[in-house]
């Protein structure tokens, strides 16, 4: 258990309006990532970070934003939510390099009406 | 580019029968492989990895998998099926290459369900 917290859990918005996301984990691991996960998809990467201050896209980032001011914390903001940013989004941490083994939070529940 | 396929997005087996869950994959480098799995209304948890020790992979709750680079494969097997196992699978690549982006590429997942 890499304890990552999510909040919200679930959350109702509409169309146009801002929305954070908030990943916080207590294991100091320092790379950190935000997924998406739909239907017939999988789980695509959005954003991730590899140190404080320090974040990359992913393969769907389109409409997304990301930032990582302290260790323990990432944060995601949808900044004009879209029905197709209806979702589940996992936040992951892991400590290391080199296998990419994953920890998961579980999960946030987005509805855009 | 590195990728995973998953073939059957919907697997039923009766209780007590083999499972087998099929992913085949595409990397450019010697990949690490990985099986998650995922109850309902929960995040994902890892099954078993494999790491370029044993081609033979063991897991938790009985559950192995094979590496075979030939045929690029990493198919989940279990030898009988319980209850429990009713989920979602999902494999995974990752390239692994030590500069901070080790992002794991998953396939689209397939959801194993247990005749009683």
């Known amino acids: 258990d890499a304890g990552i917290t999510q909040s919200p859990r679930h959350k109702v918005t509409e169309t146009g309006t801002p929305v954070t996301l908030r990943c916080h984990q207590t294991?100091?691991?320092?790379?950190m990532y935000w997924y998406r996960q739909d239907p017939g998809h999988g789980l695509r990467l959005i954003h991730y970070s590899y140190g404080v201050k320090d974040t990359d896209k992913g393969e769907v980032s389109d409409g997304y934003s990301v930032s990582r001011s302290k260790t323990e914390d990432f944060l995601l903001t949808l900044e004009s939510a879209t029905s197709s940013q209806t979702s589940v989004y996992f936040c992951?941490?892991?400590?290391?390099?080199?296998?990419?083994?994953?920890?998961f939070g579980e999960g946030s529940r987005l509805t855009v009406l | 580019a590195q990728s995973v396929t998953q073939l059957g997005s919907h697997v039923s087996v009766s209780e007590g029968a083999l499972v087998l869950l099929r992913c085949n994959y595409s990397s450019s480098v010697p990949p690490y492989l990985f099986w998650y799995v995922q109850y309902p209304n929960q995040g994902l948890q890892l099954l078993l990895k494999?790491?370029?020790?044993?081609?033979l992979v063991k897991g938790i709750n009985g559950f192995e998998a094979e590496f075979k680079k030939s045929e690029t494969s990493f198919h989940l097997t279990k030898p009988s099926a319980h209850m429990s196992d009713a989920a979602e699978y999902f494999c995974?690549?990752?390239?692994?290459?030590?500069?901070?982006?080790?992002?794991?590429?998953f396939g689209t997942g397939t959801r194993l369900t247990i005749i009683p």
């Open positions: 494999y790491t370029s020790a044993a081609t």
């Open positions: 294991e100091n691991h320092r790379y």
């Open positions: 995974a690549v990752s390239e692994g290459t030590n500069f901070g982006n080790e992002k794991l590429t």
């Open positions: 992951a941490t892991h400590a290391w390099t080199g296998t990419g083994e994953l920890f």
